[in-house]
């Protein structure tokens, strides 16, 4: 069995900055890849931003230089960092992880809405 645990989500004004935090628990073995997915309203689920165990990291267009993905992988934890939000980054940002033998699992999401 294996939880990721998100927090961190919640309501910002334009302009603020939101620290998201996802820690991988249970029978997970040899992380390869963390990262950061993002679902609108009416829209479909998009990349935010990867990491690999490597610290090779992946971000998308609409995000690059303001926000920043980290991991900690002795603690199986893997944190976006936004900061300059607007409101079309609003939505529910889910924690991804590919482990060793392609195993893929999903976080319960977090929302965010960036709103005055």
């Known amino acids: 069995q294996v939880q990721l645990v998100e927090s961190g989500g919640g309501l910002v004004q334009p302009g603020g900055s939101l620290r998201l935090s996802c820690a991988a628990s249970g029978s997970i073995f040899s992380i390869n890849i963390m990262g950061w997915y993002r679902q609108a309203p009416g829209k479909q689920r998009e990349l935010v931003a990867i990491i690999t165990r490597g610290t090779t990291t992946n971000y998308a267009d609409s995000v690059k230089g303001r926000f920043t993905i980290s991991s900690d992988h002795a603690k199986n934890t893997v944190y976006l960092q936004m900061t300059s939000l607007k409101p079309e980054d609003t939505a529910v940002y889910y924690c991804?992880?590919?482990?060793?033998?392609?195993?893929?699992?999903w976080g319960q999401g977090t929302p965010v809405t960036v709103s005055s």
């Open positions: 991804n992880v590919v482990a060793s033998g392609a195993r893929i699992y």
